[in-house]
T-cell receptor, first 111, second 115 residues
């Protein structure tokens, strides 16, 4: 079964607006990663945040992690039409080598 | 190579047939993963290799599914007696040494359709 759950399942915004996606998970983790997927094929790694980190930035991306609430959020600022994709969070447990993915958020950015 | 390569990109097969899906990981990556993704769902873990050995095959759904990585590089996922429920995109990923804080690089996947 999948570890994480993203919220919302789908999000539609205007170009230039910010997009926020949330992820909740169930068990303790070593790190949490966000991936992007276009057209249901290969996933592209966006950002990794370790369990002892609370916030991380990469370009227009900002990720937060709250291990007490077992949740993470991904913020995309100043969205572009090219950001339209599905976004997944994935968790890696302590001592584990595989990633458990959530169900994803489908983001649509309207030009 | 430059990235993870999966072949074929699409495979249509008849129910009951045997299929093989191939994955070429990034050169030097010792960790290799297979995932399966159904429409509208997130990737579901199948099996993880560290080198030539399957370190974790707990995600394989049943004994019709088998994967090998004989020389620690290319991997083949084998599905026997395919069923319509096996239809999905099969994703392969590799990472450097499979250490806890490294990202996984995914291939473009093989879309398997069982008719």
């Amino acid at each position: 079964s999948q570890q994480g759950e993203e919220d919302p399942q789908a999000l539609s915004i205007q170009e230039g607006e910010n997009a926020t996606m949330n992820c909740s998970y169930k068990t303790s983790i070593n790190n949490l990663q966000w991936y992007r997927q276009n057209s249901g094929r290969g996933l592209v790694h966006l950002i990794l945040i370790r369990s002892n980190e609370r916030e991380k930035h990469s370009g227009r991306l900002r990720v937060t992690l709250d291990t007490s609430k077992k949740s993470s959020s991904l913020l995309i600022t100043a969205s572009r039409a090219a950001d339209t994709a599905s976004y997944f969070c994935a968790t890696r447990g302590p001592g584990a080598n595989n990633l458990f993915f959530g169900t994803g958020t489908r983001l649509t950015v309207i030009p | 190579g430059a990235g993870v390569s999966q072949t074929p990109s699409n495979k249509v097969t008849e129910k009951g047939k045997y299929v093989e899906l191939r994955c070429d990981p990034i050169s030097g990556h010792t960790a290799l993963y297979w995932y399966r993704q159904s429409l509208g769902q997130g990737p579901e873990f199948l099996i993880y290799f560290q080198g030539t050995g399957a370190a974790d095959d707990s995600g394989l759904p049943n004994d019709r599914f088998f994967a090998v990585r004989p020389e620690g590089s290319v991997s083949t996922l084998k599905i026997q007696r395919t069923e319509r429920g096996d239809s999905a995109v099969y994703l392969c990923a590799s990472s450097f040494q499979g250490t806890a804080n490294t990202e996984a690089f995914f291939g473009q996947g093989t879309r398997l359709t069982v008719v």
